[in-house]
């Protein structure tokens, strides 16, 4: 299948945060309560259309389990987007995004990748450990975007992965747009580190429309 864009997702966060579910809704539409945890890094495709674009996306889902996270290094190193999952209903999870999954991200990823935190499990609002407004403080502080999710209803998850697939090919559309000077594309490129769309409200999206002008920078 012919593609405009291949992107490669790299989906980090603690072990049992559903981050194997999330995946599994969206690229079969499916959940399975009785799925087996990742051994190591597991492997999805999915096309999009996103316009008149397809757009080929590489899913990576990686285990969580700390006896495996040395092996994440290499994944890092040429991912384009990173899903940051935390549980909804555990606090601690949520905790570990700073203490340890952002610290990774920043030390191993490219400084060109587009960054989302997503809370799982938002079908389980009565055990909620994590109120929304301490995650979107997180998310606007980073300046990155903020979804809560349900791999078990399919809430949002479409959505997610649909804003993250647009903000990078709004970024290979503005890096065109300096293809003429190569300095000035290095430095755009190294500058606009994410998409900057908070919460689940798509009209606060800060993007532009694809190759006319470019998204405003963030910065972490």
């Given amino acids: 299948m012919s ?3 291949l992107f490669k997702i790299v989906v ?11 995946l599994l809704r969206f690229a079969e539409n499916s959940f399975r309560i ?17 316009g008149r674009d397809k757009v080929r996306l590489e899913l990576w889902d ?18 384009h987007v990173f899903m940051c999952v935390y549980d909804m209903t555990n606090e ?3 905790e570990n995004l700073e203490s340890y999954w952002l610290k990774e991200i920043k030390q191993h990823a490219p400084q060109n990748a587009v960054l989302m935190l997503v809370g799982n499990k938002a079908d389980l609002e009565a055990e909620r450990k994590v109120d929304f407004d301490r995650a979107e403080k997180l998310a ?9 999710v349900s791999a078990k209803t ?21 890096a065109n747009l300096y293809s003429d000077d190569s300095e000035d594309a290095e430095e755009y490129a190294s500058a ?19 190759c006319n002008s470019p998204p405003e920078p963030a910065f972490v």
């Fill in 92 to 94: 601690k999870s949520f």
């Fill in 140 to 148: 606007t502080r980073l300046g990155v975007s903020l979804y809560e």
């Fill in 154 to 174: 399919g809430i949002n998850c479409e959505e997610a992965f649909h804003t993250l697939a647009t903000a990078m090919r709004e970024r290979v559309c503005a």
């Fill in 192 to 210: 606009f580190h994410v998409d900057g769309v908070i919460g689940n409200d798509k009209k606060s999206s800060r993007l532009s429309s694809c």
């Fill in 12 to 22: 980090v966060g603690d072990h049992n945060c559903g981050k194997s579910c999330i």
């Fill in 34 to 50: 009785d799925h087996i945890s990742t051994l190591g890094v597991d492997f999805k495709l999915k096309t999009i259309k996103l």
């Fill in 3 to 5: 593609y405009n864009h």
């Fill in 62 to 79: 990686t285990a969580g389990m700390e006896r495996y996270r040395t092996i994440y290094n290499s994944y890092y190193h040429s991912a």
